[in-house]
């Protein structure tokens, strides 16, 4: 009998661990599915795995996930009402939860919903940058912008804080700010859709430094402190922009910046900016000019594809460089 009972026990760690290993790898096929984006499958498997344990955390999120993903927001909220309350509920979840009510147009569940993720995770980057958002979507940019200034504060390393600020800053006149908020967007989240739009944004800042608009409604305003004193020094190296404001005559003007910043112990004074850091490594690397040719040259394909097609490898590069680097968001 004792042969028996032990055999039945030995097989049903056996089955339990056959069982596990199943769920793992629908599991894990159901995340490749999800990221092919065949939603519908990887909703099927989600949907078995979940019917058989309804407690398991990590299936009740990515269910609530391929949901909100394939459109089925009844059945993405009615996972989200148990993913909120698992005490295991990140971030994430909160992101997935207003987004669902975002797609339904249910603003102030969106608003609630992000509040309510704050409150757990009061220093979340993420839901800083999305309550923003929100507020600047629904009329509230200065509500908005303290928001996304106090989720770079907390989290540096959060791309969207600043590219909403840059947005923010190139819109309500802060030129400076914009600049280097963009360029830092850039260098944190590289190479995306929403890169070009920073770049774009901050082209258009130096174009605004350097040829201010006197209609006091529409000009610079000269910022205080750190953005004032780059403003100031920006401008008086406008000289090397007398042939137009284009790639080539900014990689001067940025070259001679960096060096009277350096030289002037700048930093010490008003405040370090990792964007500088970066240009002095790239310059020690030889390769400011093809950065400053990538970063600023959106506005002229055809100058840049010129530029490149005469410098291929040093373009080459500095891609190889560029794609690998960690941007450092703190200056020690």
Known sequence: MKLVVGLLIALGIYSNAQSQTSDSVIFAQSMQFMREGDYENSALLLQRLHSANTANFDYIKQFAFVSYLRKDYAKGLELGKS???NPKADVNCFQIVANIHSALGDNKQVEKTLKKGLEKFPSSGLLLSELG?????D???TQAVQLWEKGIAAEPRVASNYFFAAQYYAQFNEPVKAMVYAETFINIEKLTERTTTARNILLNAYKKVL???TDKTTGYTAEAGLYNAI??????NAYTTMQGITAATLHTLRTEFLQQWVEGNLASKYGSVPVFSFWQELQKANLFEAYNQWVLGSSNAASYAAWV???KAVNDQFFKFYRNHIFKTSVK
């Open 309 to 311: 097609d005469k410098n």
């Open 231 to 236: 403003g100031t020094q920006i401008q008086k």
């Open 139 to 141: 009329g509230k940019p």
């Open 83 to 85: 993913l909120l309350a």
């Open 211 to 213: 040829v201010p608009v």
């Open 133 to 137: 958002e929100y507020y600047a979507l």
